[in-house]
Nanobody, 123 residues
Framework: QVQLVESGGGLVQPGGSLRLSCAAS????????IGWFRQAPGKEREGVSC????????YYADSVKGRFTISRDNANNTMYLQMNSLKPEDTAVYYC????????????????WGQGTQVTVSS
């Protein structure tokens, strides 16, 4: 079975940091596109950061450039999102996702999804 299990969400003050983790099983993560998406209340789910399956290039949404970093640890079959300098507008449910092929960091490219983890940025 293909499964993604997320962890690392929580409550943090503005300016703080969190690292989200996503452990994969049932497939080898380094062969796939990986991505992090988020959905705030009343808003559509959006791509935050992705790594393309075609050339390994990295995408970041304009709103998180310079603050967030996507990575993967192939030995542990785990992907991460390091979030620094967090802002209240980063508050959302964050989802990890993978796909055999993906290059646009768009929702409809991704086949497998984690359960979501809540990130709340508030003082």
């Amino acid at each position: 079975q293909v499964q993604l299990v997320e962890s690392g969400g929580g409550l943090v003050q503005p300016g703080g940091s969190l690292r989200l983790s996503c452990a994969a099983s049932g497939f080898t993560l380094d062969y796939y596109a990986i991505g992090w998406f988020r959905q705030a209340p009343g808003k559509e789910r959006e791509g935050v950061s992705c790594i393309s399956s075609s050339d390994g290039s990295t995408y970041y949404a304009d709103s998180v450039k310079g603050r967030f970093t996507i990575s993967r640890d192939n030995a542990n079959n785990t992907m991460y999102l390091q979030m620094n300098s967090l802002k209240p507008e980063d508050t959302a449910v964050y989802y990890c996702a993978t796909a055999p092929y993906g290059s646009r960091c768009k929702l409809d490219e991704y086949d497998y999804w984690g359960q979501g983890t809540q990130v709340t940025v508030s003082s």
